[in-house]
T-cell receptor, first 113, second 114 residues
Framework: DSGVTQTPKHLITATGQRVTLRCSPR?????VYWYQQSLDQGLQFLIQ???????AKGNILERFSAQQFPDLHSELNLSSLELGDSALYFC????????????FGPGTRLTVL | AQSVTQPDIHITVSEGASLELRCNYS??????LFWYVQSPGQGLQLLLKYFSGDTLVQGIKGFEAEFKRSQSSFNLRKPSVHWSDAAEYFCAVGGSEYGNKLVFGAGTILRVKS
C-alpha cells in the first residue's frame, strides 16, 4: 500500500459525458501527478500540482482539467468523453518535486462506451 | 526529446533462473532512474531508484539495478526468479530537466514458467 488513494476504482460511462476522478496523496506529500495508461500510448504524464498550484503540464487534452484543493487532494475532470479516453488513470504523489520519488495510487479504470 | 526504451516486450524465464530486464534512456545529464512493477489490476509499485552515488542499487523483493552512464542503461536484475515475480515492469526517468514528470518505457511483461 503506497498511501495514495484513488476513487472510484472503476468508472463506466458513455461518450459525451463528464467524470471526476479523485486522488488523496500520501500524508505530508505536497505534489500530485496524474498519468494516463492506455494500450496504444503507454504511461503518459498529464499534469502536476504542487501545494495547490499547477506546476507542470504534459499531454493533457483541453477537455481534461485538474485542480488541487487546500487539503491537498486532487481531482481530474474529464469532459466530452470519447471512446479513446478509456484508460487507467493513475495519481502519484511526492514530497516536493523533482528529486523526490513518486508513489502511485491503485488507479481508476475508466471505460467509455 | 527524452525517451526510455525497453527493447523486450515479453520475457519468459523459468522459476529459479536469473533475470535481466533492459532499459536505455536518452538524456543530456544524469537522470533520476526508477523501476516500477505493475501486477495485473494493480497500481505501480516502486522497486528501486537511482539518484546519484553507487551505480549498483538494491531494491525490494531481491531486485537490483546498475546504472551505466557510458551505455545510457539502467538494467534490472534478479538472481533467482519466483513465480510471484510475473508482472509488467516499467523503467522510468525523471528529474528537474524533465520538468518533474516521469517518462516511462513501454514496459516488459515477465512470464515465469514452472
Amino acid at each position: 500500500d503506497s498511501g495514495v488513494t484513488q476513487t472510484p476504482k472503476h468508472l463506466i460511462t458513455a461518450t459525451g459525458q463528464r467524470v471526476t476522478l479523485r486522488c488523496s496523496p500520501r500524508s505530508g506529500d505536497l505534489s500530485v501527478y496524474w498519468y494516463q495508461q492506455s494500450l496504444d500510448q503507454g504511461l503518459q504524464f498529464l499534469i502536476q500540482y504542487y501545494n495547490g498550484e499547477e506546476r507542470a503540464k504534459g499531454n493533457i487534452l483541453e477537455r481534461f482539467s485538474a485542480q488541487q484543493f487546500p487539503d491537498l487532494h486532487s481531482e481530474l475532470n474529464l469532459s466530452s468523453l470519447e471512446l479513446g479516453d478509456s484508460a487507467l488513470y493513475f495519481c502519484a504523489s511526492s514530497v516536493v518535486g523533482s528529486q523526490d520519488t513518486q508513489y502511485f495510487g491503485p488507479g481508476t479504470r475508466l471505460t467509455v462506451l | 526529446a527524452q525517451s526510455v526504451t525497453q527493447p523486450d516486450i515479453h520475457i519468459t524465464v523459468s522459476e529459479g533462473a536469473s533475470l535481466e530486464l533492459r532499459c536505455n534512456y536518452s538524456y543530456g545529464a544524469t537522470p533520476y532512474l526508477f523501476w516500477y512493477v505493475q501486477s495485473p489490476g494493480q497500481g505501480l509499485q516502486l522497486l528501486l531508484k537511482y539518484f546519484s552515488g553507487d551505480t549498483l542499487v538494491q531494491g525490494i523483493k531481491g531486485f537490483e539495478a546498475e546504472f551505466k552512464r557510458s551505455q545510457s542503461s539502467f538494467n534490472l536484475r534478479k538472481p533467482s526468479v519466483h513465480w510471484s515475480d510475473a508482472a509488467e515492469y516499467f523503467c522510468a526517468v525523471g528529474g528537474s530537466e524533465y520538468g518533474n514528470k516521469l517518462v516511462f518505457g513501454a514496459g516488459t511483461i515477465l512470464r515465469v514458467k514452472s
